[in-house]
């Protein structure tokens, strides 16, 4: 299927296991971001990536990690997981940096840590 | 600096009934606008987006915005909603002319309910 895709969409874990969120896009997209959704707070920026290994890190960083070892694809690693990460997290990308490229979203993935 | 803020965290609405959802952002730089919609249990999709020329923008399902410089406003506005409209409503700014990665910034959302 063409498209944005995220996985699982639903996820609970513990306080200080290792989590693993998956995007995965079929455009080709150059960029790709995360975001976590939380109330309150809107959308916030983790990190982003500009092409295949760069990464940048964004608004709210710490605790995260994230790599792009292959263009469609952009893993979010939360390396050990605090029950403040518990939110909903969005994939996005979008082609390019012109006004003109419009930026895209997967489905989102509801994450809770107990 | 940006920041975006929206003055609504919930509006409630009757079917048919005119609704306006407000944006205000703070910028030193000229910025581009937009406002996106989430569905329940969908991720975020593009209803409009302010890059130039005209202040009043139409885009999906109805819903125009007008930016207003002076007023540092975007403000999105539908003449008759209904319930399929129920949604939340994200505005975001971007500021690309820096090379800042395309990243938007988004205001909190406005939860839009109408009501039969």
């Known amino acids: ?114 | 600096a940006q920041s975006v803020t929206q003055l609504d965290s919930q509006v409630p609405v009757f079917e048919e009934a005119p609704v306006e959802l407000r944006c205000n952002y703070s910028s030193s730089v000229s910025v581009y606008l937009f406002w996106y919609v989430q569905y329940p249990n969908q991720g975020l999709q593009l209803l409009l987006k302010y890059l130039s020329g005209s202040t009043l923008v139409k885009g999906i399902n109805g819903f125009e915005a007008e930016f207003n410089k002076s007023q540092t406003s975007f403000h999105l506005r539908k003449p008759s909603v209904h319930i399929s409209d129920t949604a939340e409503y994200f505005c975001a700014v971007s500021n690309l002319i820096y090379n800042q990665g395309g990243k938007l910034i988004f205001g909190q959302g406005t939860e839009l309910s109408v009501k039969p």
């Open chain 1, 1 to 114: 299927d063409a498209g944005i895709t995220q996985s699982p969409r639903y996820k609970i874990t513990e306080t200080g296991r290792q989590v693993t969120l998956m995007c995965h896009q079929t455009w080709s997209h150059s960029y790709m971001f995360w975001y976590r959704q939380d109330l309150g707070h809107g959308l916030r920026l983790i990190y982003y990536s500009a092409a295949a290994d760069i990464t940048d890190k964004g608004e709210v960083p710490d605790g995260y990690v994230v790599s792009r070892s292959k263009t469609e694809n952009f893993p979010l690693t939360l390396e050990s997981a605090t029950r403040s990460q518990t939110s909903v997290y969005f994939c996005a990308s979008r082609t390019g940096l012109a006004a003109t490229d419009t930026q895209y979203f997967g489905p989102g993935t509801r994450l809770t840590v107990l």
